[in-house]
């Protein structure tokens, strides 16, 4: 079982950045592929970002390709999403997610964090 906690969200203008982390509880993160995902109110969850174990890949969708950057620090158990230029349409509840590299691409995960809020204003 891998616990995830999401931290860094806020209320942000336009233009402006955030920092997302997510902390895994387990021991053995490391082999894990880690993804973020957002859910927008009326609207259904998708992918943002994934990450390999190794580090050595990221992979994003398309509406944020250039302005987010996904890492992660498998000695501090912990993933980031760096967001830049943020726009009002990335208001969202954002969530990480662990499991095999395909499986988060794919979007469905076995293990999810309880979301942290990001709002970004016009």
């Known amino acids: 079982q891998v616990q995830l906690v999401e931290s860094g969200g806020g209320l942000v203008q336009a233009g402006g950045s955030l920092r997302l982390s997510c902390a895994a509880s387990?021991?053995?993160?490391?082999?894990?592929?880690m993804g973020w995902f957002r859910q927008a109110p009326g609207k259904e969850r998708e992918f943002v970002a994934a990450?390999?174990?190794?580090?050595?890949?990221?992979y994003y969708a398309n509406s944020v390709k250039g302005r987010f950057t996904i890492s992660r620090d498998n000695a501090k158990n912990t993933v980031y999403l760096q967001m830049n230029s943020l726009k009002p349409e990335d208001t969202a509840v954002y969530y990480c997610?662990?499991?095999?590299?395909?499986?988060?691409?794919?979007?469905?995960?076995?293990?999810w964090g309880q979301g942290t809020q990001v709002t970004v204003s016009s």
């Open positions: 997610a662990a499991d095999d590299y395909r499986t988060v691409i794919s979007g469905t995960p076995d293990y």
């Open positions: 387990r021991r053995t993160f490391s082999s894990y592929a």
């Open positions: 990450i390999p174990w190794s580090g050595l890949s990221t």
